[in-house]
C-alpha cells in the first residue's frame, strides 16, 4: 500500500477553532495503531435503496490493510456486494478515526489464511478454511463467513482534545 500523505484537515478559512499548526498533523502509523488496538470498529455500508448500514465489526491489520469477518448473508455482506464503498471508525484514547475505502473479499488462499491467524492471535476466534470460505466450528452448525479487506481512499483522525484533525489521502 502506497504511504499516504497527512495533511491539516482544515485551512485558515474555516478552522476555527480548530488548529492551523502543521506539527499537529498525525503520523499515519498513529492511525493504524488506532484501527489494531479498539476493541472495535464500526462498519458503514450502503444498502441497495441507499440507506446507511452501521455495525460493530472486529479488525485485524493484514497485508497493511484493515480486514473483517462477516457471514455471507449479513446485511453488510449483501450491501458490499453492490458496492465496496465503506467507512470504518474507530477509536482510542488518543486518537477517533475515520477510513473511507472500498472493502472487497479476499480471494487468495494464502490472504485468508494469514487473516484467520491473526483473528485467532487477536481475538482467540478461531477458523476453520475450507475452500473460499471460513468456518467457526466452535459455534452450532459451523457457520460459515467471508474475509474483506479494506483499501483506504482516504481518512480522517481527530484528537482528543477537539482542536486537532488530520487528512490521510492515498
Known amino acids: ?23 499537529t498533523v498525525k503520523p499515519w502509523a498513529q492511525a493504524r495503531r488506532c484501527l489494531e488496538s479498539a476493541p472495535k470498529a464500526w462498519l458503514s455500508t450502503v444498502r441497495p435503496d441507499g440507506r446507511p448500514h452501521a455495525m460493530p ?68 476466534w478461531h477458523f476453520a478454511l475450507r475452500g473460499d470460505a471460513a468456518y467457526d466450528d466452535g459455534l452450532p452448525g459451523s457457520p460459515e463467513y467471508v474475509f474483506y479487506r479494506v483499501t483506504p481512499a482516504r481518512a480522517f483522525g481527530y484528537g482528543p482534545d477537539g482542536l486537532t484533525a488530520t487528512r490521510w489521502r492515498f
Request: net charge negative; aromatic share 6%.
Open 1 to 23: 500500500m502506497p504511504r499516504p500523505t497527512a495533511e491539516l484537515l482544515f485551512g485558515e478559512a474555516d478552522a476555527t477553532p480548530m488548529s492551523t499548526d502543521p506539527a
Open 57 to 124: 465489526v472486529l479488525v485485524v491489520w493484514v497485508d497493511d490493510a484493515a480486514c473483517f469477518a462477516t457471514r455471507p448473508a449479513s446485511r453488510k455482506a449483501r450491501n458490499l456486494g453492490g458496492s465496496g464503498h465503506c467507512v470504518l471508525t474507530a477509536a482510542t484514547p488518543d486518537l477517533d478515526l475515520v477510513l473511507e475505502g472500498v472493502a472487497a473479499r479476499v480471494p487468495d488462499a494464502a490472504g485468508r489464511r494469514r487473516i484467520a491467524d491473526a483473528f485467532a492471535a487477536e481475538y482467540q
